[in-house]
């Protein structure tokens, strides 16, 4: 047994490097596109729908592009090494997608000049490293709305991950969203620190339905928090992707983000050698920002979401028109202005009327 | 009727050969099990364990990765021995990284060739100090330390995600949380051209000797073999019982924090919300899968390192799922403790020796 398994094994060896090397030279002119994901691809929030994009290049562009990735990649020391690894194995194209990743990456893309990368919700880029992310929070101003005409205690819940800018706009922008149609509605928020733990989000989403919370809203990737609000009969919104088939009474409709046209664009622009360093920020009218089908609320809610949505899309109407103040008083967008994207991007401040102290 | 009856003797050669035996069962039910997900077991295997190191930047890689995990399992195993279950390592490495990064973050702008060393310093001052509070409570008010420890290392990440979103947070970093990258005089110097292997590298090896040395030739060693194999004779003789939970505790903290430095002052270069994948506690396997000997905690925690590696080729190139490396581990751990509890014991089929208790 010991021979032929030693003999197998070296064939094996052999088999495997041949095949290496004659893809590399084969699919030079190809795409070959790596994604690191944070989450599980089975977390069906933010790496669910990365994965989504993923194949959405491999079912578009056929022949032409290859794919793999890399799930649950910690971000720490380990993210250079396997962003390091998807360059040194031929791919052409990397995705890292969260913001962890974004000095790893840079460090990596500086020493392979010839891989393009990109990199998801960052801010540093160079000639092969680009930065894309969605303007979610225009997602949660329709969210916010539809929670304040839906709210019967005039309490809503919050998970949110980390107090991080996105987060934190996620909430003020949520917040304005609710007032338009219900000034008496006030938000309780627990930080889980994570992105992803069912049992944490789980958890945090019971403390608030038991503080009096009838609407559940949740800025981590399971759909965890939903599920506890079918369970206790409140209502709530999906995260990342439409989670209606975990809640199908509970969930009012879901922020859902779409890479497949960015990647497939972005995919396909490497195979055509019209590749260029840029930077992305997608927001309903791009496409990148979805809102899942606006299920168990009355039509004049529905009509009133949908309306809305159309109006950030058109540009017509900005979540973040001024006059904005913050909790201390201070004018932070003047009247009639609008938020620029530098404000917008280091938001470290709640609005005017959150009752709540932000983690510092 | 199955049943365990000890051995009246175990072959000390076993007690070696374990760990190999459960490497070359758990490449076998690997195999079966890459079969079963329609791979060829012998690609899949060469992926997974041959194909990380086949190149110098792979072994490179290897020992990046193994360093904290030796150097951590090194310092627990002392505790193991004389049954002090320190299972807050992942805590002391945090508080290593945040006391000895936090010198790096005050002296930002330094140029200074103490800057590093005085990390070092604090680093293992860190984790000792969080080491010694479980050490306090278990001599003070004798509460157990398996509980102190492990509940510290949520008080210690809550602490360092606090001061990246706080305080010692990047201001030119557009408010998210992450520190200063550290200046280069607080960074370990890279060993090896071209690679990630640090002085931290060097320095685990240097643990590793010492750790030997400690356990085999010293006074202290010879008593926490003592006390973990036979404590009631251990304190006939006066060994106290209080001075091996601090020793240990201080020992096995220190050291964790000198590693979590080591990551922050190495790879990582800077302070962020997470800086360990849990090496805190994959070090426990690892202690235990080198057999609490710190020579072959250098080997388990070469095997452990190359587990993660071998899932992330693995995803690559083969597309198979993340959940691998978990299931190879877990494997791993299973044979080993199955071949520990067959080396220590018989299996006996049917009852004639109840039949004899009984009688």
């Known amino acids: ?360 | 009727m199955v049943r365990l009856e000890p051995r009246r003797q175990h072959s000390q050669a076993m007690v070696y050969l374990s760990p190999v035996l459960a490497i070359l069962m758990t490449l076998v039910v690997g195999g079966i099990i890459f079969a079963f997900m329609g791979k060829n077991p012998f690609d899949a295997l060469y992926t997974f364990f041959i194909l990380p190191i086949s190149n110098s930047y792979g072994i490179s890689e290897l020992f990046v990765k193994a360093t904290p995990l030796v150097i951590i399992a090194v310092g627990l195993a002392m505790g193991f021995r004389a049954n002090v279950w320190n299972i807050g390592a992942e805590g002391q490495l945090t508080m290593g990284a945040i006391f000895g990064g936090g010198l790096a973050l005050y002296f930002y702008d330094s140029e200074s060739m103490f800057l590093l060393p005085g990390m070092l310093i604090l680093g293992a001052l860190g984790g000792a100090f969080w080491g010694a509070i479980p050490a306090l409570l278990r001599t003070r008010f004798n509460a157990n330390e398996i509980l102190t420890s492990l509940m510290l290392t949520y008080v210690a990440t809550l602490f360092l995600s606090f001061l990246v979103h706080g305080p010692w947070r990047n201001p030119e970093g557009f408010n998210f949380p992450e520190s200063r990258p550290f200046p280069d005089a607080g960074l370990l110097p890279v060993i090896y051209d071209g690679t990630r292997v640090h002085l931290g590298t060097a320095l685990a090896v240097f643990v590793v000797i010492a750790g030997w040395l400690l356990l085999s030739k010293s006074v202290i060693g010879f008593q926490l073999r003592v006390v973990g194999k036979a404590p009631q004779a251990a304190r006939h003789v006066g060994f106290r019982q209080k001075r091996m939970v601090w020793f240990t505790l201080l020992l096995g903290g220190g050291l964790a924090g000198l590693a979590g430095l080591f990551e922050v002052a190495g790879p990582i270069g800077q302070l962020q919300p997470s800086i360990s994948p849990g090496y805190g506690f994959t070090a426990i396997i690892v202690a235990f899968l080198g057999r609490l000997h710190p020579v072959g905690i250098l080997f388990g925690g070469l095997i452990m390192a190359l587990t993660y590696l071998g899932g992330e080729l693995a995803q690559i190139t083969l597309g198979l799922p993340n959940a691998v490396t978990g299931l190879f581990q877990g494997i791993l751990l299973f044979f080993l403790l199955a071949c520990d509890v067959l080396t220590k014991y018989r299996i006996r089929f049917g009852s004639t020796a109840a039949k004899g208790r009984t009688a």
């Open chain 1, 1 to 360: 047994m010991n021979a032929s398994f030693m003999k197998r094994t070296i064939a094996a060896v052999a088999a495997v490097g041949a095949l290496a090397t004659g893809m590399g030279a084969a699919q030079a002119e190809d795409a070959k596109v790596g994604f690191v994901y944070v989450g599980p691809i089975g977390d069906h929030g933010w790496s669910y729908r990365h994965d989504i994009g993923r194949q959405a290049i491999e079912s578009e562009l056929g022949d032409a592009a290859s794919t793999s990735y890399v799930e649950s990649v910690p971000e720490g020391a380990d993210a250079e090494r396997v962003i390091r690894q998807m360059a040194q194995t031929g791919h052409n194209l990397i995705f890292t997608t969260s913001f962890g990743y974004m000095n790893p990456t840079e460090k990596v893309a500086k020493q392979f000049p010839n891989v393009k990368f990109e990199h998801a919700t960052g801010y540093k880029r160079a000639d092969n490293l680009s930065t894309y992310a969605a303007r979610f929070y225009e997602g949660r101003y329709v969210a916010g709305v539809i929670a304040g005409k839906m709210t019967k205690s005039n309490v809503v819940g919050y998970v949110g991950s980390f107090p991080i800018p996105e987060v934190v706009r996620g909430i003020n922008s949520f917040m304005m969203g609710a007032w338009s149609v219900n000034p008496d509605v006030k938000v309780k928020i627990v930080w889980a620190n994570t992105w992803y733990d069912p049992g944490k989000e789980g958890d945090a989403a019971k403390a608030l339905i038991d503080q009096g919370a009838d609407i559940m809203v949740q800025h981590t990737d399971s759909p965890a928090p939903l599920q506890v609000a079918e369970n206790r009969g409140v209502l709530g919104f999906g995260q990342a992707s439409d989670m209606i088939k975990f809640a199908p009474k509970a969930q009012l409709t879901a922020i859902v983000d779409n890479w497949d046209k960015y990647y497939v664009a972005r995919a396909k622009a490497v195979v055509d050698g019209t590749w260029e360093s840029t930077d992305t920020w997608g927001g309903i009218d791009s496409g990148m920002v979805e809102m899942a089908p606006y299920t168990n609320m009355p039509a004049d809610v529905k009509a009133l979401a949908e309306e809305t949505a159309a109006k950030i899309s058109s540009g017509e109407f900005h979540p973040f028109t001024g006059p904005i103040y913050d909790q201390a008083g201070e004018l932070r967008i003047k009247d009639g202005e609008v938020a620029e994207d530098g404000m917008l991007l280091g938001m470290d401040w709640y609005i005017k009327g959150i009752d709540a102290e932000l983690p510092k």
